[in-house]
Each structure stands twice: as structure tokens, then as C-alpha cells.
């Protein structure tokens, strides 16, 4: 367990804009961050970061909390891993009282993969630097390879020794279990139920995920007989899925972010390769099939990204490939191929860094254009195979979500084509009726210039509401105002020296919450006042219970900000904040909850009367329902609103 004292520092100390930051390319709209969210697949940035309340929230699928819950549900970390790696970035010493041995026991599955993993990336770590056999045949062949030693340290580069279970003997001799050995793919298992390595005898390359841990390895074999595989990856697990993995992103989110673009090559050596030529905003789909997972990993640091590829034919015909759900997420892409079946690892160790640097600047171009060259130099001038190229091309293009960027590429292809361009615009819409649309997105609403937050007080019409949404609605509200306004004084009252907090929470000593999370805020609220204390709104974002959580996040943050355009000295235009009048606030919030509850009674009163027979008790309702009534006016009279007979 981590001290309390210690957990105070590590949320005291992290910035909501620098955790999300290292994962989410942030852009900066009003007060507020916003960003493409990572727990679902949109076009559209809808997830937004508020740094003074240092909590997030995605309007689109609803995910929201502090640094802490983001890191959990990103990394799909335990509250303590997630601590830890925030102690970890912010250099904070994690001190930990004594674990039980029922609570080492229950240590999850997931956690213990990672231990394996990492574990085995020190081992191999260290047989390459620390054993005659990894120096001799894995450092050797690093540096025949041409790289540096701090490139090969800093990609934690290995080597597993050819004995069938050297890695298998040391992690028994450690004490690791059979059964994470074997989930992580580090053993394998034979029929007579022994085990031996998989690894045996390559030169390994540890992938990351976005923090640092070891996910699983690849490795590369140094023999030259042609039956044994070239490349071994570790198999799918619980913490490795390859499909929503790309190797050096660790390494790669910072420049990706500072270059507003990201290199995509095949290999591992193409990366190590371009990182010690000094470019180093460069990710490798490890030898598969680009996906969808991959592709949105790179969408949340740019929308810009260069394929790198064997100038071969086989480079050729792979740069056309994958490029097309490149395109449907709104990418914009660019492709590079190597002259004379160089890639780019053969082409930096031939030339050099500063010949490599400048051919990726100089020979780049855009891949719907690069895709017409291609596709036309293969047709030649056989009529049939120019209109499939034609159709391909367009296919492409209507791929692209952004019109205005579609229609700037008809026009220049056009042109390439040697075609009339409303051919192709008719030929575009014809493959756009046709498509299926698989997005659910719909346009929201342009709101009137809100005032930030937005208080749902102000859509009342003074009108009576009828179901009990509304009535949770108001008690939301009562909690909202607590969150954003309940530590400020109430200047109206006793020359300020009353927080909003007691003065709000008395005057509802007579109200009865329904909504259960409400009661629940309510409750710390009261508890609070009762030792002369306040809660902060920390209490309420890092609470174990997570809909108390979950309804602090959702009333804390705010969807829309105000334009500066409507705060304007030129335009002599001004738009007030609610928090200018809190007095009107508070007490509407009050009257109107208060009025809700009489309602409720008033209407439980008539549909009682509708099966009460007996007179005396009537006489004893009729005049309850009239003193309800009463007091309905009077508050209404308070609101200045009519209450509907």
C-alpha cells in the first residue's frame, strides 16, 4: 500500500495537461484543451482538457476524471500502477507499507505479465553486454550493422543465448511461474510437458507501449539456414496485441508532436537506423499489415504521415497497400521510395545521415499523386487498363473525409489523367452513394454563446416540469453550484465571511435527495461543515466510488467556452458569467428544488384523494393539499414565475 501522505504528493503534483499530453496531441481553444480521444475512434476532437480543475472529459463517448483515472484507463493500470507511474514521471520517491502475503498472492495476471516481460528485457539486456557469447555473436552484430552503442542502450536491444533454456532456467531460478513464461511466449511448451526457449539465439528488440514497459520482443536470427524463420515475435497477450502496437512510438510521441509528421517504415532496423541518423519521429509496423489501431495510435500526435519503402518492386506494390484506411481517417499521406532497392536502414549506412536527411525532404510526394504515376506507368496505353486506373485513383480520393481537400485532388488528377474533371466529380459521387456509412457521428448544436459553466437553471421557463428527470436535474444543479462555487463567500451575506457551501446546504435542511449520488455528495458536504471544514473538489474527482466520480467530472466540466469575440472592447459587446451573480444562483437553485419537492407532494396528495373514501382523513388531506399549495405560490412569487392552476 502507498503511504496517503505520499498519494497527496503525487496527485498535488501532476499536471492534467502533462499526463494527457504524453499521449494525446492537445491543441489549445479558449481556457480549455482540446484533442482527438483516445478511448474511441473519432474524426472530429470532442475530448477536452481543463487544466484549472485538472480533469478531462470526452463529449463524445463520455470517458472522463483526473491524471490518475487516465493513466488507469489508458494504460489499463491498477490505482497503484498508475500511481507509480506518475511518482515515476514526476520523480516522486514511493514509499509502501508492508504487503500481506494474501495481497502479494492476489497480485492480477495482468500486472505479473509485465513483470515477466520486463524482466526478460534486462535478461537479454545483459547476456548482450555481460556474456562472452552475447558480445561475441548479438554486440558484434549490432555493430557490423553499423550502430551505436547508444543507440543499441537506447532501444534496450538484447540477445537470448542458443542453449535451448537459458532464459527458461533463470526464470525458475528467480522465481517466475511457468504459466506467465508461458502467456508472454518466452517458453514454449512441448508435448512431453517440458519447455524450452523461443527465443534461443537471436538479437532482441523489446517493444514498448507508450510508458515504457515491455510489452514483448522480436527477434531476429543470425543463422543463414533459409528453414529458420528470420524474425520470431512473441505471441498475443493479456498486455501485447500487435495489431494496436507500432515499434519506437515510445521513443517517437515528442517528435512526432515537435515535427507535425511521422515516418512510417517496415522494420526494426529501419528505426534504429533513422534514429541515428537523428530523425527520430519514425514508428515501424513491425512487418504487418497496417490497422486501424496503429493508425489511430498515430492520428492522436498528427495528421500527417510519410511511408518509407523499398524502392523494389515488392516496396512498390506495399506502398499502395494500407494506404486507403490512411486516408479514411483523415491522414494526410505522403509516400518515399528508395532508389535501387535501398530502404531506409541500407540507404543511411551507404550515405551517410546528412545525404539521408535531404533525400526525405526532396523526394517525398503526395500518395494520390504518387499512386496515379504508378498505376499509369503499368497501364501504358491500353485503354482498359487507364479507366481501372481512373476508378482506383477516384476510389481513393473518395476516401478522404475533408471535401474540400478531395476536390483540390480531382482537379490536379485530372490533369494527370488526361480526363475532364466533372467525369471525375460525377465518377467520385457515384462511389460516395454507394459506400456504406459506417459513422454514427452527428452534427451537435450550435449553442447561443454560453456562459461557462452553462447552468441548466437558466432553461427553466417557470413552467411546472413534469417526471422525475427533472427532479434529478434539480439536484444536480444544487451539486453543480456546491463544485464550482460552494469554498467562495457569499458576499450577500454577513459581509462575506459564509461560504456558499453552509449557506446553500441550510437552506435545504428540509429537502429530501432522491438521486442516490447526489445524497451521497450531499453527505461528505454536510459531514465537512459539521468539523468547520470545506471538501475540495479533489475529494469528489478522486472518490472510490466511481459515480460520485463520474457525476463530479461530468458537472465540473464544460463543453463549450466563450469566444473572446463576444467580450470585445472594439465591439462594445459583453456577456456576463453566472458567477457575477451568485446570489440569484443560489437561491434560484434553492426555490426551485424546493418547489419540485412541493410538487411532488401536491401531486401524491391528488392521486390520493382519487381512492380515499373516508371524510375525515379527505378534510385532514384537502387542507395539507391547500397549505402545499400556498407555499408553492410563495415560492414561485420568489422565483417570479406563475404556477399553472
Known amino acids: 500500500m502507498i503511504k496517503q501522505e505520499v498519494v497527496d504528493k503525487i496527485l498535488d503534483t501532476a499536471r492534467i495537461e502533462e499526463v494527457v499530453g504524453d499521449f494525446v496531441d492537445l491543441k489549445k481553444r479558449g481556457t480549455s484543451l482540446i484533442g482527438l480521444c483516445p478511448f474511441h475512434n473519432e474524426k472530429t476532437p470532442s475530448f477536452n482538457v481543463s487544466v484549472s480543475k485538472g480533469i478531462y472529459k470526452c463529449f463524445g463517448c463520455g470517458a472522463g476524471g483526473d491524471s490518475v483515472r487516465f493513466v488507469m484507463e489508458h494504460e489499463k493500470y491498477s490505482y497503484p500502477e498508475a500511481l507509480k507511474y506518475l511518482a515515476e514521471k514526476y520523480h516522486i520517491e514511493v514509499t509502501e507499507t508492508e504487503r500481506t502475503p494474501e495481497q502479494v498472492a492476489a497480485q492480477d495476471k495482468r500486472e505479473s505479465l509485465f513483470i515477466v516481460t520486463n524482466w526478460a528485457g534486462k535478461f537479454f539486456r545483459e547476456t548482450l553486454w555481460e556474456t562472452e557469447e552475447g558480445r561475441t555473436i548479438g554486440l558484434n552484430y549490432f555493430k557490423e550493422r553499423g550502430y551505436r552503442e547508444d543507440i543499441i542502450r537506447k532501444f534496450e536491444l538484447g540477445y537470448s543465448p542458443e542453449a535451448w533454456t537459458a532464459i527458461y532456467d533463470r526464470a525458475k531460478a528467480d522465481g517466475h511461474k511457468d504459466e506467465f513464461l508461458e502467456a508472454t511466449g518466452l517458453i514454449i511448451r512441448r508435448e512431453d510437458g517440458g519447455a524450452y ?33 528470420k524474425y520470431v515475435n512473441s505471441p498475443e497477450s493479456e498486455v501485447y496485441h500487435k495489431s494496436d502496437v507500432l515499434y519506437g512510438l515510445y521513443f517517437a510521441k515528442k517528435p512526432i508532436l515537435d515535427a507535425d509528421n511521422c515516418y512510417l517504415v517496415e522494420g526494426y532496423a529501419d528505426v534504429l537506423s533513422m534514429h541515428q541518423a537523428g530523425v527520430e519521429n519514425v514508428v515501424a509496423s513491425s512487418g504487418t499489415s497496417l490497422t486501424s489501431g496503429q493508425i489511430r495510435l498515430i492520428a492522436r500526435y498528427t495528421k500527417n504521415v510519410t511511408i518509407l519503402y523499398d524502392g523494389d518492386e515488392a516496396g512498390i506494390k506495399a506502398s499502395l497497400r494500407g494506404t486507403d484506411m490512411l486516408l479514411e481517417e ?30 526525405i525532404a526532396q523526394h517525398q510526394q503526395d500518395f494520390i499523386f504518387y499512386k496515379t504515376h504508378v498505376l499509369l506507368r503499368d497501364a ?28 483540390v485532388f480531382v482537379r490536379e ?37 454560453p456562459e461557462a459553466p452553462v447552468s441548466p437553471v437558466e432553461a427553466d421557463t417557470g413552467k411546472q416540469e413534469k417526471g422525475g428527470a427533472s427532479d434529478a436535474m434539480q439536484e444536480r444543479e444544487i451539486v453543480r453550484i456546491l463544485l464550482h462555487y460552494g469554498d467562495q463567500p457569499a458576499s450577500w451575506e454577513n459581509h462575506g465571511e459564509i461560504p456558499i457551501a453552509p449557506l ?142
Request: hydrophobic share 35%; glycine share 4%.
Open 413 to 449: 488528377c485530372s490533369s494527370l489523367l488526361e480526363i475532364e474533371e466533372r467525369l471525375l466529380i460525377a465518377e467520385l459521387n457515384k462511389i460516395r452513394i454507394g459506400q456504406t456509412k459506417k459513422s454514427d457521428r452527428k452534427p451537435d448544436p450550435m449553442p447561443f454563446p
Open 330 to 359: 483523415g491522414l494526410n499521406v505522403k509516400v518515399l521510395l528508395f532508389p535501387d532497392g535501398n530502404d531506409p536502414d541500407s540507404y543511411v549506412q551507404r550515405y551517410g545521415s546528412t545525404a539521408f536527411k535531404q533525400y
Open 197 to 229: 526457449d523461443r527465443f534461443r539465439g537471436r538479437v532482441m528488440f523489446p517493444i514498448h507501449n507508450l510508458t515504457g514497459r515491455i510489452l514483448g520482443f522480436g527477434g531476429r536470427t543470425l543463422k543463414t539456414d533459409k528453414k529458420v524463420p
Open 380 to 407: 501504358g496505353n491500353d485503354p482498359i487498363k487507364r479507366a481501372s486506373v481512373i476508378h482506383d485513383v477516384v476510389a481513393s480520393i473518395a476516401l478522404i473525409p475533408d471535401a474540400i481537400k478531395a476536390s
Open 504 to 645: 446553500l446546504l441550510s437552506g435545504l435542511n428540509d429537502v429530501s435527495f432522491d438521486d442516490p449520488t447526489c445524497l451521497s455528495v450531499i453527505t461528505i458536504y454536510r459531514e465537512y461543515i459539521a468539523r468547520n471544514e470545506l471538501p475540495e473538489v479533489r475529494v469528489f474527482i478522486t472518490h472510490s466510488d466511481r459515480n460520485i466520480a463520474d457525476l463530479a467530472i461530468d458537472l465540473l466540466a464544460t463543453k463549450y467556452s466563450l469566444s473572446p469575440n463576444w467580450n470585445d472592447e472594439k465591439r462594445k459587446i459583453y456577456v456576463s458569467h453566472e458567477s457575477e451573480r451568485l446570489e440569484d444562483l443560489v437561491y434560484g437553485a434553492i426555490y426551485r428544488l424546493k418547489k419540485r419537492k412541493v410538487e411532488q407532494q401536491i401531486f401524491r396528495i391528488r392521486e390520493e384523494l382519487k381512492t380515499e373514501t373516508d371524510e375525515a382523513n379527505m378534510e385532514i388531506m384537502l387542507a395539507n393539499y391547500q397549505k402545499l399549495k400556498d407555499v408553492s405560490k410563495l415560492i414561485a412569487d420568489k422565483l417570479g414565475t406563475i404556477v399553472i392552476k
